[in-house]
């Protein structure tokens, strides 16, 4: 008989387990909805009163959390508990690239999901069906299951028993909820069917039946890489066109729309910009590099980290531009930058193309003054990881600072006053509706605008007498 689901624990309250499990309280009342994490300081944001605090900014998400916190949705730190009483187990930990040891910068470093494992082992009662929602190399789920019914942590007197599904999440920041939402499948990949039609009917209550796909497990974990594979893949492509149209005249946005009408081609994911960014595409790249050639499959393995090379030669290249088009020397040089998440709409910054190419610009002596609506600057500073004295903490300092530093720009038209160039990194909406005509009168001449997300209008950057680099666009210089 297939259990019903009472129950949900799901270990890990960031991106994916946070809008996740939110949108699975809201759509099923009357299960019980537990997200725990080992993180204290990330729960009680979870748990803030003022829903301005969450810990992560998705548009939609606020107002699920107010609908369900308290009634069928709980944060907590009590692991322990929420594990015994849960009938269905989420694992949602991170599972960053490897930093040392074997497949260093390769591999997924999968350690945090083997504590979770053990901790599954050794607090659950009765049987549990456990979800792999993390991103996961093909055959983790192997891993997993022998933990789960070896480890010598196990309480003979809890009688657990286990099932392990694989169910890769495919949300992207930014449009997480609708994505929840409205997905365009749900994937369910496991052994046994009366487990795998368990998690089905947890989506059934407002998924239709012909997007819940059932696969066997290895096919479900090599999916999820796979589909981001894929997608990173079109962005390296069409970065790598808008090159080539900077050298010849062409324009990228003329080139994508000419393709994408091909329906077998497709006009989604074209769009040229910094490179990608994110916690998924490099990582789960490079996890395929490592199964590829931990199996031999060497060309494989160099097909696809083509892909993250070209996207790391794509934003340094961006990088050079601007010192080209700047006379050749950024030292001293004011630059204000727009925006440091790696997409819009979302307040994380991994991978950020903004990382590196603002890193590059402080070390070829640039002054910048950093704006982004929803990335602080204790997060910045972070991700920058430069010596303390480059952030410039007032705006004293930024006056008088010779080179090679950062100020964070709470203000956005503060951030113009007094720049040689505005270089624009995220396609934040306010950004294409700035009037160009005042900031040009702020900034330095010749003034330039770099463009990377192709947001803004380029007669109004033109008329307002300020020069115009747009990413793919050979036709403007
Ligand atoms: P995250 O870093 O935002 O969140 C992971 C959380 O797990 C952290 O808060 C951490 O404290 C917690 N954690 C780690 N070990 C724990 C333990 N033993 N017990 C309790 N909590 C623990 O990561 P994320 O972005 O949510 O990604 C999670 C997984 O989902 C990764 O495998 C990622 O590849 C995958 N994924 C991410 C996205 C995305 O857009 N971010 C999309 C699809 C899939
Ligand atoms: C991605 C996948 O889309 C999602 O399915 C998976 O679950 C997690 O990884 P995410 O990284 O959140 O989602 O955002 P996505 O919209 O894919 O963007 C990734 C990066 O590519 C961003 O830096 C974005 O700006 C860039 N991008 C995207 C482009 O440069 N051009 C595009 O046309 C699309």
């Given at each position: 008989m297939i259990p019903s689901i009472n129950n949900i624990c799901c270990i890990g309250a960031g991106y994916v387990g946070g809008p996740t499990m939110s949108v699975i309280a809201e759509k099923c009342p009357e299960i019980t909805v537990n997200v725990v994490d080992i993180n204290a300081n990330r729960i009680d944001l979870w748990n803030s009163k003022d829903l301005n605090n969450l810990p992560i900014y998705e548009p939609g998400l606020a107002k699920i959390i107010k609908n369900c916190r308290g009634k069928?949705?709980?944060?907590?730190?009590?692991?322990?508990?929420?594990?015994?009483?849960?009938?269905?187990?989420?694992?949602?930990?991170?599972?960053?690239?490897?930093t040392k040891g074997i497949g260093a910068?390769?591999?997924?470093?999968?350690?945090?999901?083997?504590?979770?494992?053990?901790?599954?082992?050794?607090?659950?009662?009765?049987?549990?069906?456990?979800?792999e929602k993390s991103t996961l190399p093909?055959?983790?789920?192997?891993?997993?299951?022998?933990?789960?019914?070896?480890?010598?942590?196990?309480?003979?007197?809890?009688?657990?028993?286990?099932?392990?599904?694989?169910?890769?999440?495919?949300l992207a920041e930014g449009s997480a909820i609708n994505d929840l939402l409205d997905p365009d499948r749900v994937l369910i990949g496991g052994e046994s069917n009366i487990a795998i039609m368990a998690l089905h009917?947890?989506?059934?209550?407002?998924?239709?039946?012909?997007?819940?796909?059932?696969?066997?497990?290895?096919?479900?974990?090599?999916?999820?890489l796979t589909a981001n594979a894929f997608l990173a893949q079109r962005i390296s492509s069409i970065n790598s066109i808008g090159a080539i149209c900077e050298a010849t005249g062409a324009d990228v946005r003329e080139v994508a729309r000419a393709i994408g009408t091909d329906s077998r081609i497709g006009s989604k994911f074209l769009d040229s910009g910094p490179g990608f960014g994110g916690s998924c595409f490099k990582k789960d790249i490079l996890n395929l590099?490592?199964?590829?050639?931990?199996?031999?499959?060497?060309?494989?393995?160099?097909?696809?980290?083509?892909?993250?090379?070209?996207?790391?030669?794509?934003?340094?290249?961006?990088?050079?531009?601007?010192?080209?088009?700047l006379f050749g020397t950024i030292t001293g040089k004011k630059i204000s930058i727009l925006g440091f998440?790696?997409?819009?709409?979302?307040?994380?910054?991994?991978?950020?193309?903004?990382?590196?190419?603002?890193?590059?610009?402080?070390?070829?002596?640039?002054?910048?003054?950093?704006?982004?609506?929803?990335?602080?600057?204790?997060?910045?500073?972070?991700?920058?990881?430069?010596?303390?004295?480059?952030?410039?903490?007032?705006?004293?300092?930024?006056?008088?600072?010779?080179?090679?530093?950062?100020?964070?720009?709470?203000?956005?038209?503060?951030?113009?006053?007094?720049?040689?160039?505005?270089?624009?990194?995220?396609?934040?909406f306010e950004y294409s509706k700035l009037n160009w005509e005042i900031i040009s009168k702020k900034m330095r001449k010749p003034g330039w605008v770099f463009d990377a997300r192709s947001i803004i209008s380029a007669k109004d950057v033109i008329n307002s007498g300020l020069k115009l680099w747009r990413i793919g666009d050979g036709s403007i210089d």
């Open positions: 069928n949705l709980h944060f907590s730190t009590n692991v322990e508990k929420e594990i015994k009483n849960a009938d269905m187990i989420f694992i949602s930990v991170n599972t960053p690239t490897k910068g390769k591999a997924s470093d999968l350690k945090w999901v083997e504590v979770c494992a053990r901790e599954v082992a050794k607090y659950a009662t009765g049987h549990t069906i456990v979800v093909v055959k983790t789920a192997e891993v997993i299951k022998n933990i789960l019914e070896n480890s010598n942590e196990k309480q003979e007197e809890n009688n657990s028993t286990f099932d392990v599904l694989s169910n890769p999440e495919f009917n947890v989506y059934r209550n407002w998924v239709a039946n012909e997007k819940i796909l059932h696969t066997n497990i290895w096919s479900s974990e090599l999916a999820k590099v490592y199964l590829s050639n931990y199996f031999g499959l060497r060309e494989v393995a160099n097909f696809w980290e083509g892909v993250v090379q070209l996207n790391s030669w794509h934003q340094h290249r961006i990088s050079e531009l601007i010192v080209k088009k998440s790696f997409k819009a709409n979302t307040n994380d910054t991994r991978e950020s193309a903004a990382i590196t190419i603002c890193r590059d610009l402080i070390e070829e002596g640039a002054i910048l003054k950093i704006h982004d609506p929803k990335v602080n600057k204790y997060q910045i500073e972070d991700d920058l990881n430069l010596e303390e004295h480059s952030h410039l903490l007032s705006k004293d300092n930024f006056k008088i600072q010779r080179d090679g530093a950062w100020i964070f720009s709470e203000d956005i038209m503060d951030s113009f006053e007094e720049v040689d160039a505005v270089v624009v990194l995220t396609e934040w």
